[in-house]
């Protein structure tokens, strides 16, 4: 996973064990996972400069909105995590598991709403007539949708038991796509991108997964337990 898309989730799961009289089956068990999604580092800073274009001519005064820079920040806020894992227990300590989890951020667009509203708002004509030209900006969300393998070890005391695992696989982060709507005078809205953009834009952006988590778990009855599971 690049820079750019880095996710912490702190997550809450409910894990179902399946079970049978079939030995093979008793080892394998199934986990379903709601919690949150914090951004970290540039994935969550909020920056409006460099997201600011001069219309390639440096003297212009206007300075319009180009897109978020990612790598400047991606101002990504508080989201979710829904996930599922199938693990099998290798040994009593040990397991293995396969993985799927989609992470959904908000991104916050209130900076560079603010910057237009205080600096590019009020615009003077050719004829030195003074008006304003109110913006909004909106943004599709992140979401990034991951598959990864794991293998862990887990120590059991009593009904508690205390788990780590480091897991590797793909990550596809969904390209965030904004629209900025003008009133000047009538409404006109701006899409990114922009259907005359002579270059393809993707909309999804593959990366390599990696990372560790940790865990806690607490087992309510033979087949149910729930556990507090953090990921990196």
Known sequence: MNKNSLLLGLCCFMTIACFSQQKF???????????????????SKSVVEPSLDQNFNPENQYREF??????????????????????????PSFYFSLNYSRFTNPIDASPQE?????????????????????????????????????????????TWSFFGEVYLGVNQLIFPFYTWTFDSPGPTTILRPAPFAGS????????????????????ISDRISINLKFNT
């Open 25 to 43: 089956l008793n080892k394998l068990e199934l986990e379903v996972e709601i919690g949150a999604s914090i951004p970290m580092g540039l994935f």
């Open 200 to 219: 393809p834009v993707p909309d999804k952006l593959p990366a390599f997964l990696y990372g560790m988590g940790l865990g806690l778990e607490k087992s």
């Open 114 to 158: 603010n910057y237009f509203a205080a600096n590019l708002q009020n615009r003077t004509d050719s004829f030195g007539n003074e008006f304003q030209i109110f913006g909004s900006l909106e943004s599709d969300n992140y979401q990034a949708n991951g598959w990864h393998s794991g293998f862990g070890y887990r120590k059991v005391i009593a």
């Open 66 to 91: 180009r897109g978020f820079v990612k790598q400047e920040g991606g101002q990504a806020q508080l989201g979710s995590n829904l996930g599922v894992t199938l693990a099998y227990a290798i040994s």
